[in-house]
């Protein structure tokens, strides 16, 4: 099994990247979350692997972190999510948020992401709420969210909006998943249009 690789990137798209590691070139499969991350064509890089086996197919799966390869294995362990729909989940949300989305029981969050429906998203957060919040608590999981909540409402108190008023902007803006929508600027824009 490979556990991680390291070597050149010698081309890199959405969904996947060529690297090369000592003239051989390996075709591994990325999220939008690693790909982010990569360093340009040319330049030195080390992935963590998920080697997967099936009965026809080999397949590389490459993270920048060992926490998200880590999130992609627990997801495959969940019945009907294959390692294709574990990395568009991966794609769609960054690994903290999906974690959050688990931990608090967040269905309809997790069910945004493409080819994932609500039932998937059900048995997902069932699955691995458990295995999970061993790892990190719901206080933890909704901090991150709670604190761009807290730092948009601030923000709307700079622009002379009152605190009341700003709460229920961001409360309305957050809507009935209470999704932070990933950073304060975004929230922001949300939140003013209900102002």
Same mark, same amino acid.
């Given at each position: 099994?490979?556990? /991680? ?14 690297? #090369? ?14 790909? #982010? ?12 692997? /998920?080697? /997967?086996? $099936? ?9 920048? =972190? ?13 019945? $009907? ?9 991966? $794609? ?7 974690? =959050? ?19 998937? !998203? ?8 458990? *295995? ?11 901090? @991150?969210?709670? $604190?761009?909540?807290? @730092?948009?409402? =601030? ?10 008023? !700003?709460? *229920? ?6 809507? !009935? ?7 304060? =600027? ?6 003013? *249009?209900?102002?």
């Amino acid at each position: 099994m490979i556990a /991680h690789l390291k070597g050149t990137v010698f081309s890199k798209q959405q969904g996947s990247l060529i690297l #090369d590691v000592g003239g051989v070139g390996y075709l591994v499969r990325i999220s939008n979350h690693t790909l #982010d991350r990569l360093p340009a064509a040319g330049a030195a890089c080390t992935l963590h692997i /998920h080697h /997967h086996i $099936s009965d026809n197919d080999q397949q590389l799966f490459g993270f920048a =972190s060992t926490e998200e390869r880590n999130l992609f294995e627990m997801l495959i362990t969940v019945k $009907s999510i294959g390692p294709r729909l574990a990395l568009a989940l991966l $794609s769609a949300m960054p690994p903290r948020q999906i974690v =959050s989305a688990i931990v608090t029981q967040n269905a309809g969050l997790i069910a945004r992401s493409p080819g994932i429906g609500k039932k998937s !998203a059900e048995r997902i957060v069932l699955e691995l709420r458990d *295995k999970l919040g061993d790892i990190v608590t719901p206080e933890e999981a909704g901090a @991150e969210s709670g $604190s761009i909540q807290n @730092e948009t409402i =601030s923000a709307l108190e700079a622009l002379g909006y009152q605190r009341a008023q !700003a709460q *229920k902007a961001v409360q309305t803006a957050l809507g !009935a998943d209470g999704n932070a929508g990933g950073n304060v =600027s975004e929230l922001l824009k949300k939140a003013l *249009k209900h102002l």
